[in-house]
């Protein structure tokens, strides 16, 4: 089992977010033979989307040559992504965001489809819910499971982070179960019916995606 962690707090090694992501990780680890890689946002050259819809058009295309294809192909790869961020108004910081924004693509043709993602908050007023939330809709929009979230205030406790541990281990559970959760299946096939539509409507313009759409055979 492949496990990507995406951590964009730009205090990398001491973020309480990223401390507490490891010991998701660690309770992952402990249960199922996991590779997982680390990534650090704030290390890597990551510029905005300008909206040109070359990745619509064909696929993986896109005119920007920074780290963004790179973290995509590894998001492809991985059968678990955990997304780490802090809080920041209400919503994941602006790298993650970024990340999201240029893999568009991922959404029109629900490439997370099969995976989990796990998100993991800190805040410094505890409020981590919306922040959750927005990563739930994410995995969702994408095709995704939402394998559940934690959420902190930055002092980590022993019991957070026994409770971070835990969540590994579940996370390890519904990768061998291959957990299915109904509510989120009916959400995830909701939004698949909406892009097919969509994808009818700009076959002329979203040539690749249509295909693939085309070649799943879900037109
Ligand atoms: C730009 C910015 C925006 C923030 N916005 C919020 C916020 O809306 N609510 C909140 O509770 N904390 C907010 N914080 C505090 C961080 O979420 C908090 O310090 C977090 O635990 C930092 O995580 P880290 O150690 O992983 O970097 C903000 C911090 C920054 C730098």
């Not at 790298?95 to 995976?115: E, N, P, V, Y």
């Not at 957070?160 to 959760?181: N, P, Q």
Request: net charge positive.
């Amino acid at each position: 089992m492949k496990i990507l962690l995406l951590s964009s707090s730009p205090r990398k090694e001491k973020s309480q977010t990223f401390l507490l992501a490891k010991e998701v990780l660690r309770g992952v680890a402990s249960d199922v033979a996991a590779e997982s890689e680390v990534i650090h946002l704030c290390n890597l050259k990551i510029e905005f989307c300008r909206a040109c819809e070359a990745c619509h058009k064909k696929i993986f295309s896109c005119p920007i040559k920074d780290d963004v294809n790179m973290v995509m192909k590894k998001m492809l790869e991985a059968d678990v992504l955990v997304f780490a961020s802090p809080n920041y108004i209400n919503q994941v910081a602006a790298s993650l965001k970024a990340i999201f924004d240029r893999a568009s693509h991922f959404i029109h043709c629900k490439r997370l489809l099969g995976k989990y993602i796990f998100g993991v908050v800190t805040s410094g007023s505890g409020q981590g819910k919306a922040v959750l939330d927005y990563i739930s809709y994410y995995a969702h929009t994408c095709g995704a499971q939402y394998a559940g979230g934690i959420s902190s205030q930055p002092q980590l406790t022993k019991e957070k982070l026994e409770e971070a541990f835990k969540s590994g281990s579940k996370i390890a559970l519904d990768i061998r179960e291959k957990k299915v959760y109904p509510e989120q299946i009916e959400i995830i096939e909701k939004g698949k019916q909406y892009f097919k539509e969509i994808m009818k409507a700009r076959k002329n313009e979203w040539k690749e995606e249509y295909l693939y759409w085309l070649d799943k055979g879900w037109l």
